[in-house]
């Protein structure tokens, strides 16, 4: 199956802070969804973005398809982007499920 | 509107029991998937509904795994004989449309601990 692999696994930041999260992939994207997971479970849709960047308030997401990878930007982080970030494009062979990556846990701390 | 909702939050049960998860999804929506979450991983597919019928199922683990959706809308998994391995949490996600253009939105799930 198609690879999804996400960096860095782990990520501590102070209030304030900016960061960069990565996605690549294996094989060709025609849907890719970025998710943060709660610390109460909840996966929460926080971009779909195939191909290009899109920007929701203090998020941005970009995906470079021909290079394989997308990225994460978390600006003037606050402690309630804490969780897990995750990374998931559909597998070709498996109808229209996601494969997920292992996942970004991110903790910020005031 | 409502998001995906499902039952129970969570669920205890002992080794070999029968337990049925169940997952009420967007209204609307027509494509029904579940997942299997366990400590830190990402979620792992199971099996995919288009409508009542099951388009995949080539994740479920083994035939101890059923899922139904017989009206289209609410869906059943049901899993027999549960093992601890089974212990995880479930997640259900629902979409407007099968394809690439739809995306999933994920209800917050179940959490199975066998004993």
């Known amino acids: 199956g198609i690879q999804v692999e996400q960096s860095p696994p782990d990520l501590i930041l102070q209030e304030g802070a900016n960061s960069t999260l990565r996605c690549n992939f294996s094989d060709s994207v025609n849907n890719l969804q970025w998710f943060h997971q709660n610390p109460w479970g909840q996966l929460i849709n926080l971009f779909y973005?195939?191909?290009g960047t899109k920007q929701n308030g203090r998020l941005s997401a970009t995906t470079v398809a021909t290079e394989r990878y997308s990225l994460l930007y978390i600006s003037s982080s606050q402690t309630t982007d804490s969780g897990v970030y995750f990374c998931?494009?559909?597998?070709?062979?498996?109808?229209?499920?996601?494969?997920f990556g292992k996942g970004t846990s991110l903790l910020v701390t005031p | 509107g409502a998001g995906v909702s499902q039952t129970p939050s969570n669920k205890v049960t002992e080794k070999g029991k029968y337990v049925e998860l169940r997952c009420d999804p967007i209204?609307?929506?027509?494509?029904l998937y579940w997942y299997r979450q366990s400590l830190g991983q990402g979620p792992e597919f199971l099996i995919y509904f288009q409508g009542t019928g099951a388009a995949d199922d080539s994740g479920l683990p083994n035939d101890r795994f059923f899922a139904v959706r017989p009206e289209g809308s609410v869906s059943t998994l049901k899993i027999q004989r549960t093992e601890r391995g089974d212990s995880a949490v479930y997640l259900c996600?629902?979409?407007?449309?099968?394809?690439?253009?739809?995306?999933?939105?994920f209800g917050p799930g179940t959490r199975l601990t066998v004993t």
């Open positions: 996600a629902s979409s407007l449309r099968s394809g690439d253009l739809y995306e999933q939105y």
């Open positions: 973005i195939p191909s």
């Open positions: 998931a494009r559909r597998e070709a062979n498996s109808g229209y499920a996601l494969n």
């Open positions: 209204s609307g929506h027509t494509a």
